[in-house]
């Protein structure tokens, strides 16, 4: 029988450590080990218990979530899981421990319906899962700026005009891992970079969070999608948490529609429905790439891009957080290339810039 994946919860409110401890629990695979009020109590716990995933609240006394996880990552790095609050200071908050390398977060728990509540188990199960499996790395020096590429990097400058148009979609897909993972590939475009389109799985109200905080480090104009934008070069869209983000060709535009639709894989946004109707409005004038994440989202909808000539990218196992997404879609044969995250962004613009200029669909 193989081993429990053993957690330690961390958070200072005694009813949230036990409906967490109980929901974790409740799992054949997942047995929690010990529980902490606050880092200083969970250093030595650590230490003592050995954990393999940590469960971590970002408001604690004596030493907030935030400091807490950037001197694990920094000196004993180890796959956390942020119990977050769905306010924008929240949203933010939690969006700086991805990026400081907290695998992915989960809501606090709410004690409404038991649907809700068996779903809210579901998805934290799933999480410690993934966490269990996921490559962390130790936390680097984040005041080191990236490097801005110009379009210079990729291929040589063509007339003005040609950035004016919007012939080209680049369509971006990610989970589990994929707030960091995104802002690498965003961080490699050029300011005249194609209008660029992005499902995330992301809650309500941490969407527009994460597109504001693209924005203020990328070149790029980028926005949480509303309905109607038009996607023009130097501008990318993030699906709103819980609406699907479609393209839809507009005459001699694209522009975004929401849809509140079903759920689809058990995710709205799905990077299956935004794939679909990027193949459907932009034909083979758009490139795709799925990132890391968990699940199979997205290696549907990447395969029916490839199989209609389009080139499709797949995030490498070894850069990837979680091999889930992309591992199914590289299982399929969806791929045209399995890159590692540095290089995905240039080969991107390569494939959408030199590729013939037909448009289908």
């Known amino acids: ?107 606090k728990p709410k004690l409404d319906v038991n649907r809700v509540l068996a779903d809210y188990v579901d998805e934290l199960t799933a999480k410690v899962r993934a966490a269990a499996a996921a490559k962390v790395k130790r936390l680097v020096n984040l005041d080191t700026p990236r490097p801005l590429h110009s379009s210079d990097a990729v291929i040589p400058r063509r007339p003005p005009q040609h950035f ?97 639709g079903e759920p689809v894989n058990r995710h709205r946004p799905s990077v299956d429905v935004l794939f679909r109707s990027v193949l459907q409005s932009a034909g083979v004038n758009a490139a795709a790439a799925l990132l890391t994440g968990m699940g199979a989202d997205g290696a549907a909808g990447l395969l029916e891009m490839r199989e209609a000539g389009l080139h499709t990218i797949v995030q490498d196992e070894e850069t990837s957080v979680v091999w889930g997404m992309p591992g199914e879609a590289a299982k399929r044969g969806a791929a045209t290339e399995i890159l590692p995250l540095g290089t995905i962004a240039t080969h991107l613009l390569s494939a959408v810039w030199n590729q013939p200029r037909s448009v289908s669909g």
Do not use: W
């Not at 369509?171 to 891992?177: M, V």
């Open 164 to 260: 004016r148009t919007t012939e080209q979609i680049i369509a971006i897909g990610a989970s589990t891992g994929g707030t960091e993972a995104i802002k690498d590939v965003l961080l490699g475009m050029p300011r005249d970079a194609p209008g660029i389109v992005i499902a995330q799985h992301i809650p309500p109200g941490f969407s527009a969070a994460f597109a504001e905080r693209m924005n203020r480090v990328t070149q790029l104009d980028v926005k949480e999608a509303e309905d109607g934008d038009v996607v023009m070069p130097g501008h990318a869209f993030v699906a709103p948490g819980d609406r699907h983000l479609l393209l839809v060709r507009d005459g001699a535009r694209y522009i975004c529609r929401l849809s509140d």
């Open 1 to 107: 029988m193989a081993a429990k994946i053993r957690v330690l919860v961390i958070d200072d409110s005694a009813l949230i450590r036990r409906l967490l401890t109980d929901m974790l629990n409740s799992a054949d695979d997942i047995e929690v080990v010990g529980t902490a009020p606050d880092p200083i109590v969970a250093r030595d716990k650590i230490k003592s218990l050995e954990p393999d995933v940590l469960t971590l609240d970002i408001e604690m006394p004596r030493m907030d979530g935030i400091t807490f996880l950037r001197n694990l990552m920094r000196l004993r790095p180890m796959p956390v899981i942020m119990v977050s609050t769905l306010t924008e200071q929240g949203a933010d908050v939690t969006l700086e421990a991805l990026e400081l390398g907290a695998v992915d977060f989960v809501t």
